[in-house]
Nanobody, 112 residues
């Protein structure tokens, strides 16, 4: 089981930026796909972005063009750069590996 720890969340004004980080307990060379998911109050958890071992990325339509997922293989880290944030981006964000292991989640709140 891969241990995942998220960091970088917080409160930001609409139009602002945040970068989420996810530290993994093992080499991400061994992890086929990493992803960021989010869950807003009263809603189901949804995929935000994924990145494969080969670097192929996928994004939810709602964040495409605003969010960027990346990975640093040397540091076993995965990032989510979030720009032009909107109030509807408010949620708990989770890091995921291989669709099976989850981090504890981190709150992102977009509000003026």
């Amino acid at each position: 089981q891969v241990q995942l720890v998220e960091s970088g969340g917080g409160l930001v004004q609409p139009g602002g930026s945040l970068r989420l980080s996810c530290a993994t307990s093992e080499s991400i060379f061994n992890i086929y796909i990493m992803g960021w998911y989010r869950q807003a109050p009263g809603k189901q958890r949804e995929m935000v972005a994924t990145i494969s071992k080969g670097g192929t990325t996928m994004y939810a339509d709602s964040v495409a063009g605003r969010f960027t997922i990346s990975r640093n293989n040397a540091w076993n880290m995965v990032y989510l750069q979030m720009n032009s944030l909107k109030p509807e981006d408010t949620a708990v964000y989770y890091c995921n590996s291989n669709y099976t292991d989850w981090g504890q989640g981190i709150q992102v709140t977009v509000s003026s």
